[in-house]
């Protein structure tokens, strides 16, 4: 018998419940997924607000998100959801717990260039 996949390293499952970020309330928290329009994984992280944590990623624009995906969990549950799924995933935007990290090239048209272990 195979053991099922868990929810949080399940990738269809997680863009099959992503949301528009028109969609955000108050007092969500747990672990999130960022999704291109055409369904590509961008980004993997977790907060307490998930409301606070959209409005920094968008005032930096780094992130070309269209979809969210937000997996509720507590404090602990979530941070290790967030390293499993980095590691699994390996999404271009995230630098933590990804070996293969470089910054992805079409975050730096117009801007200067931060820092990368290249």
Known sequence: MQ??????????KLRSQSFGPESLTCGMSGTYYLF??????LYVGST???????????CKGLIPFALITLLYADRRLREEWEVEAIKTFR???NKNHNPDWQYPKESLI???RP???A
Not at 3 to 12: A, K, R, V
Request: glycine share 6%; hydrophobic share 25%.
């Open 3 to 12: 053991t099922p996949i868990p929810d949080h390293l399940n990738i269809d």
């Open 36 to 41: 291109s329009a055409d369904g590509n994984l």
């Open 48 to 58: 307490q607000s998930l409301r606070n944590r959209m409005s920094a990623h968008r």
């Open 91 to 93: 999404p271009p935007y």
């Open 110 to 112: 117009g801007r200067a």
């Open 115 to 117: 820092y990368s272990k």
